[in-house]
């Protein structure tokens, strides 16, 4: 592997999705009712089952999306890929080194481009975007598609393509 990192949305992303994951459970889990049922003797056996079922449900659910805030990008002698999440890892795309004719570092709006996958306008030209924070990224360009992969060390994935032999005769100019 010549190549590893991993990218994380800001804080404040976290928090946001905490605070509604607090309120769905002050709204949606009644635990005094399920108390007094269980305390009442009720068909206690099936409530307890359901009770323990609603908190591990959203808790499994809460876990899964932040695994999935996270970008893993690597880079290894035969292609370059790019997933989300660690533990569940969701393969995005796989782009063979032997396709890459372009190959930069450019800088990009993050608010307009950043969402996973998105496919936007860059430089005029189509463009897919691959990205979770900072504002530089590597536009690789095959003959097939244009993508922005963000990258916190744009300069070491690009060192890294280029060591693994992407053979590109672009410069590491940057484009607004």
Same mark, same amino acid.
């Given at each position: 592997?010549?190549?590893?990192e991993?990218q994380?949305m800001?804080?404040w992303? @976290?928090i946001? +999705? =905490?605070g509604i994951i &607090?309120?769905? !459970?002050?709204f949606?889990?009644p635990?005094e009712?399920v108390?007094?049922l269980?305390?009442?003797n009720?068909k206690?056996g099936?409530?307890? @089952?359901?009770? +323990? =079922?609603s908190?591990? &449900?959203p808790l !499994?659910?809460?876990?899964q999306s932040l695994?999935?805030l996270?970008m893993y990008?690597?880079?290894d002698s035969n292609?370059?890929?790019?997933?989300?999440?660690?533990? =569940?890892?969701v393969?995005?795309l796989?782009?063979p080194l032997?396709?890459?004719h372009?190959l930069?570092?450019?800088s990009?709006?993050?608010?307009?481009?950043r969402?996973?996958?998105?496919?936007?306008?860059?430089?005029?030209?189509?463009?897919?975007?691959?990205a979770?924070?900072?504002t530089?990224g590597?536009?690789i360009?095959t003959?097939e598609?244009?993508?922005?992969?963000?990258s916190?060390h744009?300069?070491?994935?690009?060192?890294?393509?280029r060591?693994?032999?992407?053979?590109?005769?672009?410069t590491?100019?940057?484009?607004d």
């Open positions: 592997m010549y190549y590893k991993t994380r800001a804080v992303v @976290y946001i +999705i =905490f &607090a309120m769905f !459970f002050s949606c889990v635990i009712a108390c007094r269980i305390a009442d009720v206690a099936w409530v307890f @089952y359901v009770f +323990i =079922f908190l591990l &449900a !499994f659910c809460f876990f695994d999935r996270r990008t690597g880079v292609h370059i890929q790019v997933a989300f999440g660690t533990v =569940f890892r393969p995005l796989e782009i032997e396709y890459i372009t930069r570092k450019v990009y709006r993050p608010w307009c481009n969402l996973y996958r998105s496919k936007r306008s860059f430089e005029g030209k189509p463009c897919e975007f691959c979770m924070r900072g530089w590597v536009l360009e003959n598609r244009r993508l922005v992969i963000g916190q744009p300069d070491k994935l690009i060192a890294a393509l060591d693994a032999g992407v053979n590109t005769d672009s590491l100019a940057c484009a």
